[in-house]
């Protein structure tokens, strides 16, 4: 179940950006809960101007909280408006459900936003995104530099 990312859900989101393990790869690592508290302000905002954002991945039968996922604005690179992003707890890992919640984000998300491309950047260490990021349909194109170091950039298109 996909529901809009929002401070209600601060608990469970700064546990999970908490876990470094689950961070090892993403831009910044940890996040302790002020900055998890004005990151959901922050997608409540989008939601709100853009009608997209970040979602909560819930269980669909449980409601329990399993990640977080979907689009944010990407400055770094010139030619991309926008990023996915899937992060998912560790107890949920290799279950199936990143790829399943990363399908109906990415499904959803061409009906939410006007551009042609969604990107994602990637940490070149981080060695199951790319495979991830494959079997949803992105290719990899050169890297780059951005957000101060150079990572694996890679996009998929709208189709027709």
Not at 65 to 70: K, S, V
Not at 76 to 86: I, M, N, P, R, T
Request: contains cysteine; charged residues 25%; hydrophobic residues 40%.
């Amino acid at each position: 179940m996909l529901l809009p990312l929002s401070s209600a859900d601060l608990d469970e989101a700064a546990a999970l950006f908490a876990d470094p393990r689950v961070m090892v790869h993403i831009d910044g690592g940890t996040r302790d809960r002020s900055t998890t508290s004005r990151l959901l302000k922050a997608n409540e905002r989008c939601w709100k101007n853009n009608g997209w954002g970040i979602w909560a991945i819930r269980d669909a039968t449980s409601g329990a909280f399993i990640g977080q996922g979907g689009l944010q604005r990407i400055p770094e690179l010139q030619e991309a408006d926008v990023e996915f992003s899937v992060i998912i707890g560790r107890r949920n890992w290799r279950t199936g459900i990143a790829t399943e919640a990363a399908n109906a984000i990415v499904y959803d998300s061409w009906g939410r936003i006007s551009g042609g491309q969604i990107h994602a950047l990637v940490h070149p260490d981080s060695a199951a995104s790319g495979p991830f990021l494959r079997g949803i349909g992105f290719r990899r194109d050169d890297d780059q530099l951005a957000r101060g170091e150079t990572l694996e950039v890679w996009h998929t298109q709208r189709l027709g």
